[in-house]
């Protein structure tokens, strides 16, 4: 029988030629191509600097420090995300605080934003969920009036735009992830990317075990990271890169024809939203079941059987057990744990054909 696996990297010969040059040169790390990688992908997305590093949770990290946030601040965030987003609020001593979502966008509902600031509030973390960008108006607005920092996770939402602009150039930093799951690929990796010099010369010193960028092994001036992309990584990074906007459109054309198919259904599966403001980049495609008895885990058993793989998508962040510890709790981001509980993501990746899709939803049809 045939499998559909949630997520299937797309590599292509190039990608491999790409990676062989690295090997053959002898250069592993610290060669040539990760500078090569930060300097077209802020050319690509619109920055003026980015600076590559081991996976998106560590360019989160890094954000957060070189914004200053540390012990006892507080910082606003989704909780409908991976838990990454959250954790490195944790890494820095911060409290996340989470604000719940709008239904449709699985995103940072702005208006529940502002109730949430506290004397100890000191930034905001956006996170664009699925590729699909956060309201971005109404949070820089809210950051404005209250003097708040923003950080974007856009490692779901790379080459998405709100209102003609890219995700990850609106905050004090923006960051990517590379995660084969993700739209661009370099196994791990991740990226940060920001407008400020300074921004930019902190991270590339802490993700380089707290270096001076000129003195390189001379001087050690902070307490540093090694969080350094490799060499391979990168060069898979500029091959892939050069092909995003055929990888979006790609995207984009499976997810309309899922959409097409559902579409005629909408009154028991939620379809993906795109509000008009934005362009979605797809990072995966999500469903909703809209059956108030809907049984969710026998229509993924369903689905496996019939070589069809599914998954929740997503848990929120604040009912994992070991938030729960740190005193969150049931009921306190109601949106998003409805969410949560009703959310289903379907094979998603390049390769799957329209008789693919046909196949997955009729199967999806047939069990609700
Ligand atoms: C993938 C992802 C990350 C983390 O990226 P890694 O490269 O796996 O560390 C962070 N936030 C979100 C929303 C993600 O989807």
Redesign the pocket.
Known sequence: MKQYPLAKPYITSKDKRYVMKVLNSGYLSLGSQYGNFERAFAKKIGSKYACAV???????HLALLAAGIRDGDEVITSPF?????SN?ILYVGAKPVFADIDPRTYNMDPGNIEEKITKKTKAILV???FGHPAEMTQIIKIARKYNLKIIE?A??SIGATYRGRQVGTFGESG?F???P??QIITG???MVVTNNKRIYDICSSLANQGRTPNMQWLDHRRLGYNYRMDEMSAALGVAQLERLEFIIKQRRKIADFYTAQLKPHSDIIQIPYVDRLSTHSW?VYVIRLLRKNANREKIIEGLKARGIASKPYMPSIHLFSFYKKMGYKSGDSPVSEAASASTLALPFYIGLTREDIKYIVKSTLTLL
């Open positions: 081991s996976n998106g949770t560590a360019g989160l995300s991976f838990v990454a987003s490195a996170v664009h969920i996770d490692c779901e960051v992830s590379f995660y799951n993700k791990e990796g991740g990072f």
